[in-house]
C-alpha cells in the first residue's frame, strides 16, 4: 500500500536536496517519477526545483487551481509513473492534500512532500497544517540555529537582519529573508523586534503631540 510522505523543517536542512536525492534513486532503478514545485516560488525559475548546493531538476509548477490527482493521473496514462514528489508542500491547500491522498490510496502511488511547518510568526501554513494531519508518515528534517540546537523556527528579517514580526504570510526568499532558528531565540528576537516597534512609535508620537 502506498503511504503520503510529509518531511517537514525549518529554513536551510536540505529539503529540495533530500527530495532531488529520491528523485535520482528512483530513477536510477529505472522508475517514473513526478515533480512538483510551487508556482508563486520562481526563485530557480519557473517550474523548477534548486537547492543550496547547486543542484536542481525541472518540475510542473502547481497553484491553488491545479488539480494534483487529475494531473497525476493523466500523466500516468502516458507513462507508468512510480513516485509523486512535491516541493514547497507548505503553499498546498487542504483540497491539493486530500488529491494527493487519493493518489495514495486510489493509484497506489508514493507521494514525498517536502515543506516548511510553520511560518515566519510561529504559525502553520494551511498545506503545513491538512499534512501534519493526513500524511502516514512524518519525518523532520534537521536544521541548525545560530546557537548549536536544532533549528524548528523561520525568523523572517529585514535588509539589516532585524527580525520582522508583521507582514503577509508569504513572502518568497532566502537566506537574505529568513534565518532558521530555535524556538528559544526565535522568540527572543521576535520579542525584541515588538519592543523596538513600541518604542519608535511611543517617540513618534511624543513627537508629534503638540
Known amino acids: 500500500m502506498a503511504k503520503l510522505y510529509f518531511y517537514y523543517a525549518a529554513m536551510n536542512a536540505g529539503k529540495s536536496t533530500t527530495l532531488l536525492q529520491a528523485d535520482f534513486n528512483y530513477r536510477e532503478r529505472g522508475m517514473e517519477t513526478m515533480l512538483w514545485t510551487a508556482a508563486l516560488d520562481d526563485r530557480a525559475g519557473a517550474g523548477r526545483i534548486a537547492s543550496r548546493l547547486d543542484i536542481g531538476a525541472d518540475a510542473h509548477a502547481f497553484d491553488a ?26 503553499f498546498l491547500t ?11 490510496d486510489e493509484l497506489d502511488l508514493p507521494v514525498l512532500c517536502y515543506g516548511l511547518r510553520t511560518d515566519f510568526q510561529g504559525r502553520l501554513f494551511p498545506g503545513s497544517a491538512a499534512l501534519l494531519a493526513l ?5 523532520e528534517l534537521k536544521a541548525v540555529c545560530e546557537c548549536g540546537r536544532k533549528a524548528t523556527m523561520n525568523l523572517r528579517v529585514d535588509a539589516e537582519g532585524r527580525a520582522v514580526a508583521e507582514g ?23 520579542r525584541a523586534a515588538e519592543e523596538a516597534q513600541s518604542s519608535s512609535s511611543s517617540s513618534s508620537s511624543t513627537r508629534s503631540a503638540p
Not at 494531473?71 to 502516458?78: D, I, K, P, V
Not at 487542504?94 to 495514495?104: I, P, S, T, Y
Open 168 to 190: 503577509r504570510q508569504t513572502e518568497i526568499g532566502g537566506n537574505d529573508r529568513y534565518v532558521a532558528m530555535c524556538r528559544r531565540h526565535f522568540f527572543a528576537r521576535l
Open 135 to 139: 500524511a502516514d508518515a512524518l519525518v
Open 65 to 90: 487551481a491545479t488539480d494534483l490527482f487529475a494531473e497525476a493521473g493523466a500523466e500516468q496514462t502516458r507513462r507508468p509513473l512510480h513516485c509523486v514528489l512535491v516541493d514547497e508542500a507548505q
Open 94 to 104: 487542504e483540497a491539493q492534500v486530500l488529491q494527493l491522498c487519493r493518489l495514495a
